[in-house]
């Protein structure tokens, strides 16, 4: 039984999601929210609501009752969010109040949100759809700064459809276990590399022709699907390492893009990078396992596929690959008119 069949039903999922849902092949940024205490019940007010030029995500701050918001700038708009600065007005301070997100139960989005107290205090709150407001408060720790960023980086891989194809795509193509390892290796490498060097601003990369970039990634990979199937071979097929090294680099620039977009303070982005990216091969590994399990399991059951079941997987990656990289390019091409 080959890995085509096996990967069935990770492939159809994902192709169900991508088809379903377009938003998800794209980067599954966080929103931010800081407030910080300039005098007693005066904060500076900083919103960043993700934006990558191809999606717009409806979602805002909910203020407390008696609180006011003064933005003299406006609203402002970045290549990857939409930003607006001002002064909060709160009598007694935002201790005990509660702020919500609106519309972020309907999203797939994450909200950061951080206060710090003029006594020094300093209080973070990662907010989902599932539980999309809080109530502010004393101080959190360390430790649970960490499990935000942790869990960030877990949710970036696995709602990330675009880059788990890829993986998917390298699966279908590597059938030495020896050789996976070393090519799940390799592209962990290489985006752990570029993620480290764009969070921490040596390097950039614009999200337009980035996301563009990505998809052709995968497109590439389709065709490599199909000579495996034939029984040739290519570079690809014979050093899959070097070619998952070298589009590592590119995804590596997607993740930093939900790191980016958080503006931490510079103190805590060696912390927050670290759990990041530990959340992202937590991710990773789990759909890995997810994949060979199957395998497994298909194999002990003997379960037999009729072949254009056992092709899905293979053409769900090449097909996506082609519509993503036609539609970024075309959204790219428009936006520079």
């Known amino acids: 039984m080959t890995r085509r069949a096996l990967a069935l039903l990770a492939a159809a999922l994902a192709g169900s999601l ?11 940024r966080p929103g931010f929210l800081e407030m910080e205490e300039k005098s007693p019940g005066v904060y500076a007010f900083l919103w960043k609501a993700p934006s990558d030029g191809e999606t717009e995500i409806h979602i805002a701050p909910v203020l407390p009752p008696g609180c006011a918001l003064a933005t003299p700038d406006g609203q402002q708009l970045t290549t990857s969010a939409i930003l607006v600065r001002g002064t909060l ?21 994450d909200v950061l949100v951080r206060v710090r107290h003029s006594d020094g205090r300093l209080e973070s709150h990662l907010v989902g759809p599932a539980s999309p407001s809080v109530t502010l408060g004393g101080s959190t720790t ?14 970036h891989i696995l709602m990330g459809i675009d880059h788990l194809l890829f ?21 962990t490498i290489a985006h752990s590399l570029t993620l480290a060097v764009a969070t921490l601003g040596f390097a950039s990369a614009p999200l337009p022709p980035l996301n563009a970039a990505i998809a052709l990634s995968i497109l590439f990979l389709g065709p490599e699907i199909v000579r495996v199937w034939r029984g040739e071979t290519s570079f690809t097929i014979r050093h899959p390492w070097v070619v998952a090294f070298a589009f590592g680099l590119l995804h590596g620039f997607g993740f930093a893009s939900g790191m980016t977009a958080l503006g931490l303070p510079k103190a805590e982005i060696p912390l927050a990078l670290l759990l ?49 990289t036609i539609q970024r390019t075309v959204m790219l091409f428009s936006e520079a008119r």
């Not at 849902?21 to 794209?26: N, R």
Request: with cysteine.
């Open 142 to 155: 360390v430790s649970q700064r960490a499990a935000s960023y942790l869990k960030l980086g877990v949710e």
């Open 167 to 187: 993986v998917l795509g390298l699966l279908l193509i590597v059938s030495d276990r020896w050789m996976l390892v070393k090519t799940i290796t390799s592209f």
């Open 276 to 324: 990041f990216n530990v959340g992202v091969e937590i991710g990773q590994v789990f759909f890995v396992a997810v994949i060979l399990l199957l395998e497994r399991s298909f194999r002990t059951l003997e379960i037999r596929w009729p072949r254009w079941v056992e092709a899905l997987p293979g053409y769900a990656v090449g097909s996506l690959g082609a519509y993503w």
């Open 18 to 28: 991508a088809a379903a849902v377009p938003v998800l092949g794209h980067e599954n």
């Open 89 to 109: 007005h709160c009598e007694g301070g935002l201790a005990g109040r509660t702020i919500a997100i609106e519309g972020l139960e309907s999203t797939a989005t």
